[in-house]
């Protein structure tokens, strides 16, 4: 299995369970934990997933772009299914990879309010409201986390 084919896997779990899987978990598909994290390494350093680089979660999958794989402000609800993205951005970008409508809900940063928006037919249905961008795109990678 190549980084690629895990990076499928990967993102099949989360689709199919609404959260990455853990290393021990891939570990199992691969063959040995060893083996599971030089392939994750390369796709951590290609910007595809982020490696989690807090202690108690050294080296676990953070985020697998525009997934994240623990609870966030941003929430998306599609094919009954719900998943957890990054940022506004992501939330979209969840639906268009799952080609599918769907809702989003967060708050808004500026009043602390519930925000819902929707996606129909490919097409957002908003609210009132603006998505701002606090860091450049070109910064991003600086710090993805706090992104």
Avoid: K
């Avoid at 978990?25 to 392939?39: H, I, K």
């Amino acid at each position: 299995m190549g980084p690629l084919e895990l990076r499928s896997t990967i993102y099949r779990h989360i689709v199919e369970t609404g959260t990455a899987p853990g290393r021990v978990a891939l570990a199992e598909v691969v063959g040995d934990l060893g083996s599971t994290d030089e392939l994750l390494r390369p796709l951590h350093d290609r910007h595809m997933i982020v490696l989690d680089d807090r202690p108690h979660r050294l080296g676990e999958i953070r985020m697998a772009l525009p997934f994240s794989s623990e609870p966030t402000d941003f929430v998306v609800t599609a094919r009954g299914g719900t998943w957890w993205a990054n940022c506004a951005w992501d939330s979209l970008a969840i639906l268009a990879a799952l080609d599918t409508d769907g809702t989003i809900t967060s708050t808004w940063s500026d009043t602390g309010e519930p925000a819902h928006l929707a996606v129909v037919d490919g097409e957002v249905v908003a609210e009132d409201g603006v998505v701002h961008f606090a860091v450049p795109a070109r910064h991003w990678w600086d710090d993805i986390v706090f992104t």
